[in-house]
């Protein structure tokens, strides 16, 4: 199994189930994940609603714990950042604010946390809006404050939790190709939730592929196409890919 370019392994899950009691009884979410995400990899997990996609993240990030099964981290640990499909920006807060909300909160803020949050407005196109509110920004633009709030803390792995999904056509597609272009400057390990097949074969090296619930990985897709995939979009191979993952999920 590919674990990215370096060969070396981030984050492991190793048999990994989740299930949770409820009132009706026990549900299983997931069942056998075994899967290694690999340093400077960046994988995208696809599959029907309710499937266990969002557990899976929540499980990389400490929110839940497995059930059976253990996730192993390189040396440990591993510092994330994470993007929701909704923004979560404080209203009261500029953007620079926002995007450097990690030091305001341990009270570590100073003049290199704003010069560090003004570079990331460079990288995601926020350039002239620093010192504007949410309330003044297009959904797009709160998106991508959300995204440069993710990376402040320079994460070694970033997770993406569907965070194009309310977006319209085009601006959705605008952030999806300067994402890519952000993820080949930087090369961090990502780890993206999704229910675009497009957005999957955009911004993946690999997309795995869960079953309905309990949740298990049917099919593993290396995206095989030259980088930038943006460019590749009208490439038989891109056609072809997408229709790969889109028959996997019709059945």
Known sequence: MSTGTSGQALVTFEDVHKSFHTASGETVAL???????????????IGPSGCGKSTLLRLLCGLEQPTRGRIRY?????????AFQEHRL??????EDNI???????????KASRERARD?????????FEKRMPSELSGGMRQRTSFARAMYAKPELLLLDEPFGALDALTREKIIADAERIWL?????????????????????????????PGRVAAEITVDLPRPHVRERSNP???????????????
Not at 191 to 208: G, K, M, N, P, Y
Not at 237 to 251: A, G, K, P, S, T
């Open 74 to 82: 390189s040396g440990g640990a591993v510092d994330f950042g994470v």
């Open 120 to 128: 990331l407005c460079a990288l995601v196109g926020l350039n002239g």
């Open 90 to 95: 404080l209203p009261w807060m500029t953007v």
């Open 31 to 45: 069942q056998g994940i075994s899967q290694a995400i690999g340093k400077g990899e960046f994988v995208a997990v």
């Open 185 to 213: 400057e930087r090369r961090f390990t990502a780890f993206l939730i999704t229910h675009s097949i497009d957005e999957a074969v955009q911004l993946a090296d690999r997309v795995l592929v869960l079953s309905p619930r």
């Open 237 to 251: 191979r891109y056609v072809q890919l997408c229709d790969q993952l889109r028959r996997l999920l019709e059945i």
């Open 100 to 110: 450097a909300l990690a030091d305001h909160m341990t009270a570590k803020f100073s």
